[in-house]
Nanobody
């Protein structure tokens, strides 16, 4: 059974930094794309950043230059370093991964971690 477990959320002041991590566990053949999404109260979930197994990245325009996504393929882990945080970055952040197992390939989601940026 595949699971994604996030860690690293919390409360930070505007302008501060936080780092998130997400580990995929279980019987995993391969992981193609990993990424971070977020959902603020009353808003739809949005893509923040993704990274493929070859290292190709994609970012939400509003986080470019402030957030950095990276991954450790050997440890099935994806990271999100968030700098210069703004109150509008406040949301629940979710990890998502496209994972191949013996049952085939599908998307998996983590349980979410709260990030709160105070002004």
């Amino acid at each position: 059974q595949v699971q994604l477990v996030e860690s690293g959320g919390g409360l930070v002041q505007s302008g501060g930094s936080l780092g998130l991590s997400c580990v995929a566990s279980g019987i995993i053949f391969s992981i193609w794309r990993m990424g971070w999404y977020r959902q603020a109260p009353g808003k739809q979930r949005e893509l923040v950043a993704t990274i493929t197994s070859s290292g190709r990245t994609n970012y939400l325009d509003s986080v470019k230059g402030r957030f950095t996504i990276s991954r450790d393929n050997a440890k099935n882990t994806v990271f999100l370093q968030m700098n210069s945080l703004k109150p509008e970055d406040t949301a629940v952040y979710y990890c998502k991964a496209d994972i191949a197992t013996r049952a085939g390939e599908r998307n998996y989601w983590g349980q979410g971690t709260q990030v709160t940026v105070s002004s």
